[in-house]
């Protein structure tokens, strides 16, 4: 078996993900994971064709000192007594934009799955291995750090508005700047107020009766 798969995320993250059991076992498609169960084990669903098979197993990943991974799997029919048998290498490898997967191996198998059409049970593996990559990628690209918005960064407050702030703490506290000696402008007169306009005389009976007229 050679298939490859690229996916647009940096090399290094996948690595970070290929080091947590967790993270790989979410990536199987249509694992049905059990609680506790380590390494990467439980049921897992594969569709060949029209028809579909359950197996119960598990997966073991392990990285090796040139930089790639050893993936081993063995399983049995939930409902039979088939088994197949999996062992693959996988190459991560730095590609334009991204990150390309190389799976080299073999898998063995017997049961039902012999029965079926050739061409339908690699078409299913292809598919299967191209969905485990694809999500490994998608959970790679969540760790993506944070782009910080010029929005999102604290603007401080200009010299201006700190010279307005100690003029004001150092003031009488009423909000206006206190003016220094010799840089004082010269006041301004006060102007005076003016008397309360009393309240309009009642006009004159003439003017009353020109207004009635008009109206």
């Not at 929005?151 to 220094?180: C, N, W």
């Amino acid at each position: 078996m050679e298939h490859e798969v690229f996916v647009p995320v940096p090399a290094e993250r996948l690595r970070d993900v290929l080091a947590d059991p967790v993270r790989v076992a979410r990536a199987i498609p249509g694992l049905q994971q059990d609680a506790g169960a380590e390494p990467v084990a439980g049921r897992l669903k594969v569709r060949i064709g029209s028809h579909s098979i359950t197996y119960r197993g598990s997966l073991r990943l392990s990285a090796r000192d040139d930089g790639a991974y050893v993936v081993e799997g063995d399983a049995t029919e939930s409902r039979g007594t088939g088994a197949v048998a999996l062992a693959l290498v996988l190459h991560v490898r730095d590609a334009d934009g991204g990150t390309t997967l190389a799976f080299t191996g073999t898998a063995t198998a017997d049961g039902r799955v012999t029965e079926l059409p050739e061409e339908s049970v690699t078409s299913a593996t292809t598919r299967l291995v191209t969905r485990f990559a694809e999500n490994l990628g998608a959970a790679a690209a969540e760790t993506e750090p944070r782009h910080t918005s010029v929005f999102d960064t604290e603007v401080p407050p200009s010299s201006l508005d700190a010279d307005a702030d100690a003029d004001t703490d150092a003031g009488t506290g009423t909000g206006e700047p206190e003016a220094r000696d010799g840089d004082r402008a010269e006041e301004t007169p006060a102007v005076p107020r003016l008397p309360a306009t009393p309240e309009a005389a009642e006009p004159p009976a003439e003017a009353a009766h020109a207004r009635r007229t008009m109206i």
